[in-house]
């Protein structure tokens, strides 16, 4: 994706549809409506996938939790969303299936009765995925969950049940729904702000003005419809096209802690390792803790915010988090294991302000304001942006008086093509002379794509070096993200095309003066505009690891 190319077509071009905001929903959005052949530009203020979209438990999941409400309370809305997310999740897993995997979950049990608690409700978990259904749970031996989770402590387990759900690299899979679009033809651009919306006559909005953010550049883009997908930010861009829309959205913060794969003991080479699902915490909620790229993650977090914070992992979150996956393992997990973590906003849609949270139906809404014409869609989660998608470009057809079928349910997203659970294989035989944890990061990571990485070394050899000692990214990444995938600053590179700043702090401090020194030669950054950019984000990391642990950095 050239910006360059993509910023030229924004300004001259008009368009069915102008999707603000790309995140899950705004780049599922553009995926779709690209892929059915309209005009489509899609832009993002920030980097894609920088908000709440990179920032999830990497579960592709229907939702123990809402089934489990959804009994309770005898809610139709909960039990809905489950079928909803339960059949979104294999499509997922068919799309980008280099990018998304089944996962096995372990639920720890303390006594008979509430292991038939959670078998009976894992089986109606199961019966509502029907023939999407990945695996059937079991209730299994406590010898049987030790073999899959060594880290249990033995003296308080009775058993465990064992189901499936799926498992996603979120940043990427964002990344590969803006590729995606582009390539059925949408213009796209990071790091573009709305300044303003523009209307006709009628009050109808046909154009926005938009800020290049990295060069001042302020210029139109024209369109028939304007899309809304600014997730916790939903109510600013309604406000600003309306003054008499009322508030929608809320938010709140889920936080996360990320330990070294070595922090927690592993199932053995002969076993199907298992994530851990911890079914009672003190606020409520579920928590799990997952093996995720080597490492371990631990989330979430479930706290009142406001839409417009900036959030971070904080020492008492930390601490909770540890505190709650501590109860169930035999060799208590320290704080000063914690190498990396991360937290962001949920945006959740409110019909009851004074309803707590926890408590909201993680479910969608696609609303047309009819003095505008806006289109926005609100609410939702991950594992059903797809559906979200599918309904938004369905009422923007509506708007344009066009009847085009969606067709991203077999859409294969960019790296999927060719792909299978042999391809790791296959590209290590070709290439043994690389390291195999680095190609099978790379298989995993860019999917059939990875040899043009590959590729990158026959230019320079010695982009085949590691950007940080304990981790398989490379060089030639850096070079690769800033000449296909649009990065165009040490965050877009290292914290979402790479991910290395959301798992491993120090070692992205490693890795930072050699992305710096990398991405400068791609950009054309002068000497000074270098070393601003890379003293920036090394006060961004070490801001990171103060606010999380509580410590001046100097002393880390």
């Known amino acids: 994706m050239n910006r360059a190319a993509h910023l030229q077509r924004l300004k001259t071009e008009t368009f069915d549809i102008c999707i603000i905001g790309a995140g899950a929903s705004g780049a599922g959005c553009a995926a779709d409506a690209a892929s059915r052949g309209l005009r489509v530009a899609v832009i993002e203020s920030d980097d894609f996938g920088a908000g709440t979209s990179g920032t999830s438990t990497?579960?592709?999941?229907?939702?123990?939790?809402?089934?489990?409400?959804?009994?309770?309370?005898?809610?139709?809305?909960?039990?809905?969303?489950?079928?909803?997310?339960?059949?979104?999740?294999?499509?997922?897993?068919?799309?980008?299936?280099?990018?998304?995997?089944?996962?096995?979950?372990?639920?720890?049990?303390?006594?008979?009765?509430?292991?038939?608690?959670y078998a009976i409700g894992l089986k109606i978990y199961d019966w509502l995925a029907g023939s999407r259904r990945m695996a059937p749970s079991q209730w299994l031996s406590k010898a049987e969950a030790l073999r899959h989770f060594p880290a249990f402590d033995g003296t308080k387990l009775h058993s465990a049940v064992l189901y499936y759900d799926g498992q996603f690299d979120d940043i990427r899979l964002?990344?590969?729904?803006?590729?995606?679009?582009?390539?059925?033809?949408?213009?796209?651009?990071?790091?573009?702000?709305?300044?303003?919306?523009?209307?006709?006559?009628?009050?109808?909005i046909n154009a926005v003005e938009a800020l290049d953010t990295l060069t001042g550049d302020l210029f139109t883009i024209r369109a028939k419809v304007i899309v809304n997908a600014t997730?916790?930010?939903?109510?600013?861009?309604?406000?600003?096209?309306?003054?008499?829309?009322?508030?929608?959205?809320?938010?709140?913060?889920?936080a996360h802690v990320v330990l070294p794969g070595s922090a927690l003991p592993q199932a053995s080479a002969q076993t199907e390792p298992a994530a851990l699902l911890v079914p009672k915490t003190k606020d409520g909620r579920v928590l799990f803790a997952i093996p995720w790229r080597g490492q371990w993650l631990i989330g979430t977090t479930d706290t009142e915010a406001d839409p417009s914070d900036t959030p971070a992992l904080l020492p008492d979150e930390a601490a909770y988090l540890l505190a709650e996956v501590n109860q169930f393992v035999s060799q208590p997990i320290p704080i000063e294991a914690v190498a990396g973590g991360f937290a962001g906003l949920r945006p959740l849609l409110q019909s009851d302000p004074n309803a707590s949270s926890k408590a909201v139906v993680r479910d969608h809404e696609v609303e047309i304001d009819p003095k505008s014409g806006l289109v926005s869609i609100m609410g939702g989660k991950w594992t059903t942006y797809r559906l979200m998608a599918q309904e938004t470009i369905d009422a923007c057809c509506a708007k344009l008086g066009q009847n085009r079928p969606c067709v991203t349910e077999d859409l294969l997203l960019q790296g999927a093509e060719g792909y299978d659970t042999r391809y790791a294989h296959r590209l290590a035989e070709r290439h043994s002379d690389s390291s195999p944890d680095i190609l099978a990061h790379l298989a995993n990571t860019y999917g059939t794509e990875a040899p043009s990485i590959l590729t990158l070394l026959t230019e320079k050899p010695a982009w085949g070096a590691r950007l940080a000692r304990k981790h398989p990214f490379i060089?030639?990444?850096?070079?690769?993200?800033?000449?296909?995938?649009?990065?165009?600053?040490?965050?877009?590179?290292?914290?979402?095309?790479?991910?290395?700043?959301?798992?491993?702090?120090?070692?992205?401090?490693?890795?930072?003066?050699?992305?710096?020194?990398?991405?400068?030669?791609?950009?054309g950054w002068s000497v000074a505009d270098s070393a601003q950019h890379e003293a920036n984000f090394r006060a961004h990391i070490e801001g990171l690891i103060g606010k999380a642990t509580g410590v001046a950095v100097e002393q880390v």
């Open 475 to 523: 060089q030639a990444e850096v070079i690769y993200a800033a000449r296909t995938e649009m990065a165009l600053t040490l965050p877009d590179v290292l914290m979402r095309r790479i991910r290395l700043g959301l798992i491993d702090w120090q070692a992205t401090l490693e890795a930072l003066p050699v992305s710096a020194q990398l991405l400068a030669s791609e950009l």
């Open 58 to 117: 990497k579960l592709v999941h229907g939702g123990v939790r809402y089934l489990e409400q959804a009994v309770k309370t005898f809610d139709p809305k909960q039990l809905s969303l489950v079928r909803k997310a339960l059949h979104e999740r294999r499509t997922l897993l068919h799309i980008a299936p280099h990018l998304c995997h089944p996962l096995a979950l372990l639920t720890p049990v303390g006594n008979l009765i509430e292991g038939a608690y």
């Open 231 to 254: 997730g916790t930010h939903a109510d600013r861009l309604r406000q600003k096209a309306n003054s008499q829309q009322g508030v929608r959205m809320r938010a709140s913060k889920g």
């Open 174 to 204: 964002n990344l590969g729904l803006v590729q995606t679009a582009a390539k059925h033809g949408a213009a796209v651009a990071n790091h573009v702000r709305v300044s303003s919306l523009l209307a006709d006559e009628k009050g109808q």
